[in-house]
């Protein structure tokens, strides 16, 4: 069946870090652009990060500029999100999503719909 898994999220101290790993089975993800997404309680679902799948181009919302970085490595069919410095205003869910459309207009200003699978999320906690 078709899924993306997110994984390594969990709790940290402000100023920490944490690598989340999103993992594809039953498709191929080198021929999509990936999207890190996050949402926390009450708030809209907005865009963190997108990979390309050509050129591997990246795109940060301000967010996460200086501080987060997205990489793929397509022979473990997995993109990574490495976040330090993390702060509380980080906690969320974060979630990853695939496009075959060019992602990063559509993840810096949070055009969901341009994003065709999701995965389940996985839980950042950033607390003292």
């Known amino acids: 069946q078709v899924q993306l898994v997110e994984s390594g999220g969990g709790l940290v101290q402000p100023g920490g870090s944490l690598r989340l790993s999103c993992t594809a089975s039953?498709?191929?993800?080198?021929?999509?652009?990936i999207g890190w997404f996050r949402q926390a309680p009450g708030k809209e679902r907005e865009g963190v990060s997108c990979?390309?799948?050509?050129?591997?181009?990246?795109y940060y919302a301000d967010s996460a500029k200086g501080r987060f970085t997205i990489s793929r490595d397509n022979a473990e069919n997995t993109v990574y999100l490495q976040m330090n410095s993390l702060k509380p205003e980080d906690t969320a869910v974060y979630y990853c999503a695939t496009t075959k459309s060019w992602c990063g207009v559509p993840v810096v200003a949070g055009l969901l719909d341009f994003f065709d699978y999701w995965g389940q999320g996985t839980q950042v906690i950033v607390s003292s």
């Open positions: 990979i390309s799948s050509s050129d591997g181009s990246t």
């Open positions: 039953g498709f191929t993800l080198n021929y999509y652009a």
